[in-house]
Each structure stands twice: as structure tokens, then as C-alpha cells.
């Protein structure tokens, strides 16, 4: 494995130390999901059975097994490194199962191996469920072998479609007529509330529809929609969504509930939230209605969970595995948000799911999707470090929308916008908003050798991609030749290219696949707690991009009222000349590119320096040219024309809320440092009577104040640059330690 390879599986692998957010429900989560991965390997038995199997006459036998296997295996445990997993995987390698249920969980647990040993079997079991079928499109607990059958329900029948997608999914061949009878039998089901019950009376075609079951019937259709309505969007030639489904979405947004299976009360509950996680998955819905499904039912199954790590009063292997599926799927990062607005968004239904689903096999971790509208929280959007535009027509944003974009991009987020079909309109349109959005930076064809061609794949192709840059980060890429087609069609040979290309994107924009859990995000909320002191602090404006991230004090400000209780009084960029020591004990400037000094300007800072302010001027992205341009003008009107770093045991470093004897630096950039140098603040400094009047970070603070990653960055981490300008503040403006 390569080296970029094992940075971009350790990024995925990130937990949410440098994101703000519910990080103790996420711990929490953790923790639960550990406790409850403890307890199924616990009931794996030295033969590799789990607790309970079925005997070998039920036509049960194995499901329970396997079910085990797959639930540890979706929570990320490696068959290496687990003797108990591997175990009970060649127990089911060997084991002759004859029921629905049972092939249909070993199918699903073969298609998570990435083990070329299990594609043999993986085939066997597709094949089989797929012959299991009944003349009609359903199944029983027993194959049916295409022939009629007096019974079916369908529970069997979407546990055995799931199998059948699983297969489908690595390659395994279904034949076409397989997912028409299959859909026949869902669109035939469905009750006219729109949702789906255990079994149909063949005298009235009537029952009753409840939670479990009309979450099975929906995730089955999505299966179908995918597999029969390809060419049609292709084509770009249907619409987003059938009116089957559009009902059950309606079912489940009416009756959600996460402390019951709706209608149905306890009974099949943790049956029903791993039914819930499938329909979430496939549809990229963040909520049914106004329901959040997975915050929801994260809640109430944490609430439940026995202290030995299970879950349920009755078969607790079955239930546990259920609950730990759902906790395992939805926190899973997000790669990408789409975005719902008035035009023709979706012309390719299915182009984010997939390519989530690529990066998540290619790249050896789970990400995901989700659908978000112009009015959801923009916590939602913060969820994924891209909001993905896609049009096949013209696109007419609102003033408030405009701003609620350029708010998501100024906090750190991308956005990515293509033409779907090759619109010409949206292209046209999408330049407009470019504009309205970034009035100060130009959108501008990316060069060839951009990161976004060459962070990891080198695709063959020519995007035409172009890109909106502050200096330091990409905040929006445009694509006016269509991305979707390829992303719609699935990753083959001729559409590899893109699915390549966006995997640049989406390492550029995570540095390398760098994202927090679902349900967390870097943008603090604001608390309001008591006040026990207040910074008042100057932002410098001048000719050399002054202002590249102007969230980024923003969001400083609320973590320190929030974890310190100091306000954070700072200004937008004024004019150097209205600097006063005694209004502003700390100013701060930063800038990508070189700039100039009036007179009137350059006295202004030479008269700071005297009265005793302490002006802190950072590189943003890292800046060789400003930094050049700061030694240049800046150093001689501090009194010297050259600076030292400051001493390590300086109180800026030792006497804050922070100890900053050990620093960090981003990743790349920590790999081009001597090995001294990775773990040590390096601030050069001007000193006036032993006290700093000028600090001089040649590395990257400024964005990382705003606490997102950014591909090769130069400059400190995240959590040193909120640490190191945290001290800064306290010393500037005297604030005791608590």
C-alpha cells in the first residue's frame, strides 16, 4: 500500500477531535457501537455459531449467523484481526443453508469481504436467490424456484431483493426479467396509504400496512428504480422520483416514530431501524418529514442499550446486530450533499449514491449522501465538505439563497456545480452566481496540472473544469461538461475517468479524506454563558488579498465565549491608519499576495508599535510571497530588519489556557519540516523591552481558525491554530487563566 494510500484511509478513519458539533454524542456512539461489537463476538462459539442458531432442519439455520457476521462487519471488523469473526465467516463458508432469510444475510456479509475469496460464494448465493423466486415476484421462507407459491411475505422478500443488490453491487450478473417481477411484486403490495404490511390477502389484496415492512417496501423499490429506470436517465428523459415511492416517503414522514415500530408498537423495533437506515441510505434523505431518522433513533437506542453492550428482551444476537447496523451505517461520514432547489436538479437520480459508493470500496471506508433543500439548517450542509450542484435547465436563485451559499462557502465549504445533459442554460446561469457569490475572485479554467487532476488519480479526461480560489482553497468548481452521465451509469471502463476525477475532488476538499461522523460539523454553535472578560481585536485591511477567509475570527470568537467565557470584540478590515493601541491591543493581518504601504499607513503601524500593540501578521495558506513582502515592509517599522523566533518557554506558549510547548503542523506540510521542527511552535518575533510587539507566522493560522482541512496546506493544524491564537488573545488583552 502506498503512502498516499494509507493518509487517505487514516483521513477517513478521523474521529472528531478537531470538529465542533456534538462530539460527546459522538463518543457516545462510540463507545455504544464497541460495547455492542464486544458483545456479538462474545457469542460466537468455538465451531463459529452464533448463540442461539437455528437447528440445522429450520430453514432458518445460518441466518442468525450470518446476520452476526454482517452486522460486525458493516461496524468495521476486520476478519484478521478478529479470530471470533473470522470464525464464524468459515463456518458459513462450509455451512448448507436452505432457508431465504439465512442465504439472503450470507449474501449481503460476501459482498462486504474485499477478500477475492468470497466472490465465489457470493455468486453461488446471488444465483440462488435469484432462482429462489416465486412465479410472482415474491419469496417465502424456502426457495420457490420460479414456481407459484400459496404464501409469501415480505419480510423474505426484501431481505432476499437486499441479497440480490449485494451481489448485483460486485458484479455479480441479475438478469433484467429478475428486477421486473421483483417490482411487479412491490408496486402490487403496496396498500393504497402507500405503505406495506407482512403479507397480502390474495381474496382482498388488503392488510395492514405498518413501520418495518413499508421501510422494507420502499428501500426495495429504490433497489428496483435503480436497476430498471438506468437508461431512462441516461437519456435524461424521466423524472426524479415514481409516484409508488413518493407515497411510502409520504407513509414514513406521517407515522415515523424512533421509540416504536409505527403501528406495530415493540414488536420487529430494531428490525424496523435497520429497515429505516436502508431507506436513508438509498433515498439520501436526512429526514422523513421533519423527522431526523438517524438522530432519532441514534437517541432512543443509546438510551436502551444493556450495560453488557446488547439490545432487545427477546433474541438479543438478532436484535443487537439489527441496532448496531443502523448506529454503524448512519454515522458513517458524508461525503457529498445535494442540493434540492427550484430547477431541474435531479436529472441524474442515482449520480451521488453511486459515487459514494465507489469511494467507499475503493478507498476501504463507508461515505455517504444526502439530500439537502435551499431552507434545511445549514448545520445540515456542514455535514459534507461539498454541496454538489446539479441542472439540466436555468437556475434562479433568491437573494436569501445566494446568501445562505455564500455563508456555506465562507465557512469552509465547496461548492461543485455541473451541467447535467450539457445544459448550456445552467452553465450560463451557474457564471451569474459565481459572481453574485464572489464578487472579489473571478471563476477560472483550472491549469492541467491543478490538484484536482492530480491528487491521487491521474484520469484521462478533459473536465474543462473551472474554479472560483481565495488564494489559499478552491470554493467552488464548475464542470460544464456533464459529470452525471458517467456518475449515473456506474463505474465502468468508459466512465472511470470521472468517478477518478471526483475522487480528486473530494481529496482535495478533505485533504486527502479527512471527515468527521455524520451529525457533526466544524461550525460552532453559539452558547450564551456568563462573560468574564473581553478582547477587543483589529483586523488590518490592505492591497494584497486582505481577507481571504472572513469567517475565520467568527468562528474563534464562539469557541472562546463558548469554552473560556472571553467575548472576542474584532473588527472587519479597517484602515491601518485608524489603529490605536489603546482601543485595540492586538491587530492581525494576514494575505495571499504581495502588497504596499502608503505613508500615511506605514506611520500608522510604526506609532502602534510605540504605544505598545502587538501586531500578529500570518501567511495565509502559507504565502512565500506575502511572507517576503512582510519582511520587506513590516520588520523595519517594528525597529529591526530581522526577526527571531520566539523563546519556547514565552508565556504566549506556556501561561494561556493551552500548553504550546508541542505544536502541530498539517499533515503534507509536516513531512517537508525537519523532524525538530514537526512538534514545535515557530513564531518569529520583534521584542520591545522583552515584550513582542510584532509575530511573524510564516506558517498558515489564519485558516485554520476556521477549523476545515485544505489539500497541502502550509501552515499549523487546526487545533494548534485555535490554540495558538486562543493564548495570543489571553496575553494581548491580560485575561487570567480560569
Known sequence: MTRLRMAVLAGLALCTAAFAGPAETSTRVDRSVAAAKA???????????????????????????????????????????????????????????TGTYAVAMRTVAWSLLRDPAAMA??????????????????????????????????????????????????????????????????????????????????????????????????????????????????????????????????????????????RKGPEWYYYWLHCVSRVGRASGHKYFARHDWHAEGRRALLSRQDPDGAWGYGDRVVETSFALIFLARGRGPVLVNKLRYGGKWNARPRDAANLSRWISREFERPVGWQIVHLDSPLADWHEAPILYLSGAGPVEMTADALGRLRTFVLRGGTILSEAACNNGDFSLDMGKVYRRLFPEYPLIRLPAEHPVYTAYFQPETDAGLSGVTNGVRLLALHAPRELSLALQRGARQTSLPTYQLLANVFLYATDRGELPPRGTTHWPEAGDGEVRATVRVARLKHNGNCDPEPRAWRRLAIRTANRHRVTLDVTEPMHMTKLDATQWPLAHMTGTDPFELSAAEAKALKDYFNAGGILLVDAAGGSRIFNETVERLIYPLAGQARARELAQGHPIYTRGPYDLTKASYRREYALTLAEADRTRPR??????????????????????????????????????????????????GKVPRE
Open 683 to 732: 513564531l518569529r518575533t520583534i521584542l520591545r523591552g522583552g515584550r513582542p510587539v510584532l509575530l511573524h507566522s510564516r506558517e498558515d493560522v489564519t485558516t485554520g481558525l476556521l477549523g476545515i482541512p485544505v489539500y497541502k496546506l502550509k501552515g499549523y493544524s487546526r487545533v494548534t491554530a485555535e490554540q495558538l491564537m486562543t493564548n495570543l488573545v489571553f496575553y494581548a
Open 39 to 97: 458483545f456479538l463476538l462474545s457469542r460466537i462459539d468455538e465451531k463459529g455459531l452464533a448463540a442461539g442458531e437455528a437447528p440445522p432442519n429450520d430453514v432458518r439455520f445460518g441466518g442468525k449467523t450470518a446476520l452476526c457476521a454482517q452486522a460486525l462487519l458493516t461496524a468495521g471488523v476486520k476478519p484478521d484481526e478478529s479470530p471470533a469473526l473470522k470464525r464464524a465467516l468459515r463456518w458459513l463458508a462450509g455451512a448448507k443453508l
Open 121 to 262: 460464494p457470493l455468486r453461488q448465493d446471488t444465483k440462488w436467490l435469484v432462482a429462489a423466486m416465486n412465479d410472482k415476484g415474491g419469496y417465502t421462507y424456502s426457495s420457490a424456484n420460479g414456481q407459484a407459491t400459496e404464501a409469501q411475505d415480505n419480510s423474505n422478500a426484501q431481505l432476499a431483493l437486499l441479497g440480490v443488490w449485494a451481489g448485483a453491487r460486485r458484479g455479480v450478473e441479475v438478469p433484467l426479467a429478475f428486477w421486473r417481477r421483483a417490482e411487479r411484486h412491490w408496486l402490487d403490495s403496496q396498500q393504497f396509504d402507500g405503505g406495506w404490511g407482512y403479507r397480502v390477502d390474495p381474496r382482498t389484496l388488503r392488510c395492514r400496512t405498518y413501520g418495518s415492512m413499508t421501510a422494507a417496501g420502499l428501500a426495495s423499490l429504490y433497489i428496483c428504480f435503480d436497476s430498471l429506470r438506468h437508461e431512462q436517465f441516461v437519456r435524461c428523459a424521466a423524472a426524479g422520483n415514481t409516484e409508488a415511492i413518493d407515497k411510502a416517503l409520504a407513509w414514513l414522514g406521517e407515522q415515523f416514530v424512533a421509540d416504536e415500530n409505527p
